[in-house]
C-alpha cells in the first residue's frame, strides 16, 4: 500500500514546509517514489527544493484538487505528498466531503496520513482539536509533530485533553529536531535539497555536512514511526 501525506497544521509559520521538505528527502533516500504537491506557492516546496518530483496544486480549484485522485489512481506505487498552506482547512474540507476524496483514495489502494505540524502555542493545540473533530474516519491514520525548531516547550500540550484524544485515536507522535538556524538558512538560500547540503563540498563545509546528517538521521527515525 502507498500513502498520501496531507501536511498541514492550519497555522503558518509551524514547519509545515521543513516537514514537507523532510518527508520527501526521507522517502528519496528510502527509494519510495512519491509526487510532491505544493499548496503553499509562498514556500514552493517541492518546485523549489525537488522539482523533479512536484506538481502545483490550487486549494481553491477543483479541477486542480481532483488531480491528488487522478494522479493516485495512475501512480499506484507512487506515495503522495501534499504540502498545505495556512488556513486551507475549510476550502480542502469542502472538497473532501463533496468528493468523498478520502474514502476514493482508500479504495484507490491507499492510506491517508493527516500532519498537524505544532508550535507549543495554545492555537496550535486548539487546531488540533478541531482536526481530531472534523476527521473521524477509522482508515485515516493522524500524525502530530511537535517541531522542535517552533517551540521549546510541548509541556502543556502533552498533559492536555487534546493529547490525549489524540494518542486515544491512535495518533503517531513526532518530535521534529531543531536544524542549527544558520544551517537552514544556507539550505533556503542555496534552493537546494537536504540530500545536497549533506553531501555537497561546494555548499557546506566538512563539519556542516556532517551536522546535516545527523540532523536527518534523528528525523529519520521519528519518520520510521510511520511504519509501525
Known amino acids: 500500500m502507498s500513502n498520501v501525506h496531507f501536511v498541514g497544521g492550519e497555522k503558518g509559520g ?9 518527508l520527501a528527502q526521507y522517502l528519496i533516500d528510502a527509494g519510495t517514489p512519491f509526487i510532491g504537491f505544493d499548496s503553499d506557492q509562498s514556500h514552493r516546496t517541492f518546485s523549489r527544493f ?13 479541477d486542480s484538487l481532483d488531480q491528488l485522485v487522478i494522479l493516485a489512481q495512475e501512480n499506484p506505487d507512487s506515495d503522495l505528498i501534499v504540502d498545505l498552506a495556512a488556513q486551507t482547512s475549510i476550502r480542502l474540507g469542502k472538497w473532501i466531503d463533496e468528493s468523498d476524496a478520502l474514502a476514493l483514495l482508500q479504495d484507490l489502494g491507499k492510506q491517508v496520513y493527516l500532519w498537524h505540524v505544532m508550535d507549543d502555542g495554545a492555537d496550535s493545540v486548539e487546531l ?3 482536526l481530531l473533530d472534523r476527521y473521524q474516519q477509522d482508515f485515516i491514520k493522524l500524525v502530530v509533530v511537535t517541531n522542535l525548531g517552533r517551540g521549546e516547550c510541548f509541556e502543556h500540550f502533552e498533559k492536555s485533553a487534546t493529547y490525549q484524544k489524540a494518542a486515544d485515536r491512535g495518533a503517531i507522535f513526532i518530535a521534529l529536531v531543531k536544524l542549527q538556524p544558520q544551517l537552514a538558512a544556507r539550505i533556503d538560500f542555496s534552493n537546494t535539497s537536504f540530500w545536497a547540503a549533506a553531501n555537497n563540498t561546494e555548499i557546506m563545509n566538512i563539519i556542516e555536512r556532517s551536522r546535516v ?7 529519520y527515525v521519528q519518520f520510521d514511526k510511520l511504519k509501525q
Not at 50 to 62: G, N, Q, T
Open 14 to 22: 509551524v514547519g509545515k514546509s521543513m516537514t514537507s521538505r523532510l
Open 50 to 62: 525537488y522539482k523533479e518530483f512536484s506538481a502545483p496544486l490550487v486549494i481553491d480549484d477543483y
Open 128 to 130: 488540533l482539536n478541531n
Open 213 to 219: 546528517r545527523v540532523w536527518l538521521k534523528s528525523n
